[in-house]
């Protein structure tokens, strides 16, 4: 029975979630640099424009979330598929509010820091545990889903309301988001402030980064950026993602075989 394992292996074999490492924040932060940049290249240069972009990486992550929610354990190609389209997703929400709705940057800011506050309530009240260390359950991993979806549309309404809204520039968005970042990471390792609190902090200040160093890199030069494109930017860190994806594949398939060949049974138990 999975609860009878070490915590170790038990997260290693049945979490639906990846483990915290070095090679997880550089997927995250590409993956959300990839959002920004290829939200644009089918807006604005396929010129499908917003709403019918909308619709299309809407239906993909439906898909991919269902495709998700059907596998037993963390499997790295569609998982980070969703992660993919889900900060694609979250950019366009910001986008449709401000384009759209005309909502300013501000307000935005604050409706999404608003609903992931709930998210973040309402699964610790059921759950009594935000630790992406123990998504063992459908119902942990649906609070997760939700929370990671309004971390990337908060994260691009604070992105776009310091860059652009506030008019301080993309170079600048970059240095003050790795900046926090920086920060929180000093917070957890030199002052050992808690680990799930940083996690997510450090997780919705990821997106406002990737976003900065998104449009920093496709942006023209004559609109504060390195002029290298949407297309460019989003086919190069693509490639980065799916190098990365599969190494983290490699690797968690190589756990679960040792942890086979010591006599552990892998099939996890869902909720």
Sequence with gaps: MTHTLPEHIRTILFNRVPE???AFWVIKILSTTTGETFADYINVDLGLGLSITSWIMGG????ALIAQFATRRYTSGIYWTVVVLISIVGTLLTDNLTDVLGFPLWMSTLAFSALLAATFGIWFYRERTLSIHTIFSRRREAFYWIAILFT???GTAA???ISEGLGLGYLFGTILFASLIGVIAIARFAFRVNVVFCFWAAYVLTRPLGASIGDLLS????DGG???GATATSVVFLVIIVGV????GIKVARQRR????DGVVVEPVLA
């Design 159 to 161: 992105g776009d309301l």
């Design 226 to 228: 390195f002029g290298v």
């Design 258 to 261: 040792a942890a086979a060949l």
């Design 60 to 63: 993909l992550l439906v898909l």
């Design 152 to 154: 990337f549309a908060l």
């Design 219 to 222: 942006q023209a030069p004559a």
């Design 20 to 22: 915290i490492t070095f």
């Design 245 to 248: 994806a599969a190494y983290l």
